[in-house]
């Protein structure tokens, strides 16, 4: 929701009693009124995991590493009680990706020059030094933020389940004689799926406990 949005727009495109908009209205001015501010929960995770499996091929390496943020990372349902999700701990709170760089995007900086050096001295040297020199759009795999987005197929995600996408891999393993990239690159992409389906369930449990601790009825 908009806050700039007049409250008789609100009152036609909500389809909630009067009494329940105020409170949403109120969510949404947390949300577009909170401070910039970094969360390092994603870096630090990150950086754990990058570490416990440098043994590891590079993709299923990545796959640990989004597996072990989506295992540990902080979930918000007080915030946004409409839309239950989260990139980070706080509204307006920077995710941090440390293996794509820790400086501020170009983009950011062309809306917002102000933020130019917002980085500088909020990110702890340990992490900066352990990925001074291991960044991987250095190593031109996916540009400054990566490009795995641009290629979901998300009618198939939202049609089929992440499950049936599972299924289809087992099929695709079945048949054998692939080459070992191919192999590695499945291997992630197991992990992946999997990794999202628990933090899926994991959601829903912090969602269900939550609307059962409240008599709120916009939370609930």
Same mark, same amino acid.
């Given at each position: 929701m908009n806050p700039s949005i007049s409250p008789e727009m609100n009152a036609s495109a909500n389809p909630l009693n009067p009494s329940e908009r105020l409170p949403l209205r109120e969510f949404a001015d947390r949300l577009f009124t909170a401070p910039d501010t970094v969360c390092l929960d994603r870096a630090r995770l990150v950086t754990e995991s990058w570490q416990t499996h440098a043994d590891q091929p590079l993709p299923v390496r990545r796959a640990l590493a989004l597996e072990h943020v989506l295992r540990h990372m902080a979930l918000d349902l007080r915030t946004n009680p409409v839309f239950a999700g989260n990139t980070s701990s706080q509204p307006r709170a920077w995710m941090l990706l440390p293996e794509y760089g820790l400086t501020v995007d170009g983009q950011v900086i062309i809306e917002h020059d102000d %933020?130019?050096?917002? %980085? @500088? &001295?909020?990110v702890p040297d340990t992490i900066r030094e352990y990925w001074a020199d291991r960044c991987l759009s250095w190593q031109n795999l996916s540009g400054p933020g990566g490009e795995g987005h641009l290629s979901v197929d998300y009618q198939a995600v939202v049609d089929r389940g992440i499950a049936s996408l599972l299924c289809e891999l087992d099929a695709w393993d079945a048949r054998g004689g692939v080459s070992e990239d191919l192999r590695v690159y499945r291997q992630a992409m197991r992990i992946l799926l999997c990794a999202i389906i628990a933090w899926s369930h994991r959601y829903a449990d +912090? +969602? &269900? +406990?939550? +609307?059962?601790? @409240? @008599? &709120?009825?916009v939370e609930q």
């Open positions: %933020l130019r050096d917002f %980085l @500088t &001295d909020k +912090a +969602a &269900d +406990a939550a +609307a059962h601790s @409240t @008599t &709120d009825p």
